[in-house]
């Protein structure tokens, strides 16, 4: 059996390292991160060119089901692997880590894109911690805010005329965060819902000091695709026989 895993998540890496080498695994990254953690298996790395390009790449490769492990705000990319599953007749998986709740304390905000969140920032504060990533930082660039990015690598332009960039990979301690957010002088943090324990305590932190949060939401999964939400979840599908 032959697995496609859309990659480029820690849950990507862990689900490659149950299925290897019992099953052939091919994990598929976008090639955006410069030194990406490579999972076990083989690797590809680099776009496929849209769905068609996609459907061909598994016909071409006996690929027999597709594992959809990308973050949960690839959009495109979940896209195009309903599309080109469908096309080809090859069941598909989303493995999607399950979105963080807001607790007793905390001071959320949602917004439905990065345009959205970039508007709620009024009147929040002047100093912004933007963990959004590289990514989509034009949304941003406008602003009259002092922002604080964190990204694995260096961001390029339009970025927010006031930014520091602080190049980092998870995951974040609690104790890390209380004094990424004291050190500088943080009024409002910003970031999308990812999910996960890797960049969680930057949730905690902010709590405990009263900063609010605006929260882009994730987009859905696309309509009728099966989602696992760990690992161990989308192995048992592929050894039921997917």
């Given at each position: 059996?032959h697995?496609?895993?859309?990659?480029?998540?820690?849950?990507?890496?862990?689900?490659?390292?149950?299925?290897?080498?019992?099953?052939?695994?091919t994990?598929?990254?976008?090639?955006?991160v410069a030194?990406?953690?490579?999972?076990?298996?083989?690797?590809?790395?680099g776009?496929?060119?849209?769905?068609?390009?996609?459907?061909?790449?598994?016909?071409?490769?006996?690929?027999?089901?597709?594992?959809?492990?990308?973050?949960?705000?690839?959009?495109?990319?979940?896209?195009?692997?309903?599309?080109?599953?469908?096309?080809?007749?090859?069941?598909?998986?989303?493995l999607?880590?399950p979105?963080w709740?807001?607790?007793?304390?905390?001071?959320?905000?949602?917004?439905?894109?990065?345009?959205?969140?970039?508007?709620?920032?009024?009147?929040?504060?002047?100093?912004?911690?933007?963990?959004?990533?590289?990514?989509?930082?034009?949304?941003?660039a406008?602003?009259?805010e002092?922002?604080?990015?964190?990204?694995?690598?260096?961001?390029?332009a339009?970025?927010?005329?006031?930014?520091?960039?602080?190049?980092?990979?998870?995951?974040?301690?609690l104790?890390?965060?209380r004094?990424?957010?004291?050190?500088?002088?943080?009024?409002?943090?910003?970031?999308?819902?990812?999910?996960?324990?890797?960049?969680?305590?930057?949730?905690?932190?902010?709590?405990?000091?009263?900063?609010?949060v605006?929260?882009?939401?994730?987009?859905?999964?696309?309509?009728?695709?099966?989602?696992?939400?760990?690992?161990?979840e989308?192995?048992?599908?592929?050894?039921?026989?997917?």
């Amino acid at each position: 059996m032959h697995v496609l895993v859309l990659g480029g998540t820690t849950e990507a890496r862990a689900l490659a390292e149950l299925l290897h080498p019992r099953v052939r695994v091919t994990s598929s990254l976008a090639g955006r991160v410069a030194r990406p953690r490579l999972p076990e298996g083989e690797v590809r790395i680099g776009g496929f060119g849209g769905a068609d390009g996609l459907a061909a790449w598994i016909g071409a490769h006996a690929v027999d089901a597709v594992i959809d492990a990308t973050h949960p705000f690839a959009e495109r990319i979940s896209f195009n692997a309903a599309l080109a599953a469908a096309t080809v007749h090859v069941p598909l998986l989303a493995l999607r880590r399950p979105g963080w709740v807001p607790e007793e304390g905390d001071d959320w905000r949602e917004a439905g894109s990065l345009a959205e969140a970039a508007r709620a920032l009024d009147d929040l504060g002047d100093r912004v911690f933007l963990t959004t990533g590289r990514m989509g930082l034009a949304a941003f660039a406008d602003r009259p805010e002092w922002f604080l990015v964190r990204s694995v690598d260096a961001p390029g332009a339009p970025v927010p005329a006031r930014t520091e960039v602080l190049l980092d990979r998870g995951p974040f301690t609690l104790d890390g965060e209380r004094e990424l957010l004291r050190r500088h002088r943080i009024d409002v943090l910003v970031t999308k819902d990812s999910g996960g324990a890797a960049t969680a305590p930057k949730l905690t932190a902010a709590r405990e000091a009263g900063v609010p949060v605006v929260v882009v939401r994730r987009p859905p999964v696309p309509e009728g695709v099966p989602v696992a939400t760990t690992p161990e979840e989308a192995a048992a599908w592929v050894r039921d026989g997917a």
